[in-house]
């Protein structure tokens, strides 16, 4: 099933429209390697509903001074924006996701490949911690989760493109059941980092 059908569907199933947000800019990416603001965009992304300043800063455990800061380099990165420009002052004003997913595009333009770098460095460093968490609270339910699962595989680019959409299946599926992304009984928050590479052939030597 092509990318954009499942996007379609999950739309559909959701009931928020998608809208996909696609950074080029190093600077952009920059604004979003950054711990703290990762927090922040993964709550507005996941739930979709607006926030205020204060709520996030309740949410997120940074503090509200903590929390302003960086919701403008947020706004400024085209990542997140104000639910009602017009309502309440700036720690009343809600916040909401700019869209529902992020691309990162690589490019040849200065400092995209370095920004990615440092992107790439948070969410490595963020899985380890997790595991290492995990070490010292185990809690039931632990075998429904898998920390780092690793697969070898002989694929064409539709055939990757084909595996790639496994996660957007897999989150259809649930809204079919009437999941909605939201807290509720038993329910613990989760995260999932997927990442499908191609082996990059070794320099011949000589």
């Given at each position: 099933m092509?990318?954009?059908?499942?996007?379609?569907?999950?739309?559909?199933?959701?009931?928020?429209p998608n809208r996909p947000i696609h950074?080029?800019?190093?600077?952009?990416?920059?604004?979003?390697?950054?711990?703290?603001r990762q927090r922040v965009v993964n709550l507005l992304f996941a739930d979709q509903l607006a926030h205020t300043s204060t709520e996030l800063s309740e949410l997120t455990g940074l503090t509200p001074s903590a929390m302003s800061y960086h919701l403008r380099a947020l706004e400024k990165a085209g990542l997140v924006e104000r639910s009602d420009p017009e309502e309440g002052d700036s720690?009343?004003?809600?916040?909401?996701?700019?869209?529902?997913?992020?691309?990162?595009?690589?490019s040849e333009a200065e400092g995209v490949w370095e920004a990615q770098d440092a992107l790439t460095s948070i969410a490595v460093s963020e899985l380890r911690g997790r595991l290492q968490?995990?070490?010292t609270h185990a809690a039931p339910?632990?075998?429904?989760?898998?920390?780092?699962?690793?697969?070898?595989?002989?694929?064409?680019?539709?055939?990757?493109?084909?595996y790639a959409q496994a996660?957007?299946?897999?989150?259809?599926?649930?809204?079919?059941?009437g999941w909605t992304n939201a807290p509720g009984p038993?329910?613990?928050?989760?995260?999932?980092?997927?990442s499908l590479l191609p082996e990059v052939p070794p320099a011949e030597e000589g």
């Open positions: 092509p990318l954009n059908e499942i996007d379609a569907e999950l739309a559909a199933a959701s009931g928020i950074l080029r800019d190093a600077e952009a990416i920059r604004v979003l390697a950054h711990t703290a720690r009343t004003r809600p916040w909401r996701a700019a869209g529902t997913s992020i691309f990162i595009h690589g968490a995990l070490r339910g632990e075998d429904s989760y898998v920390g780092i699962s690793e697969s070898t595989l002989w694929l064409t680019d539709d055939e990757a493109a084909h996660l957007q299946r897999a989150e259809l599926e649930l809204r079919r059941t038993g329910r613990r928050l989760s995260r999932a980092l997927f």
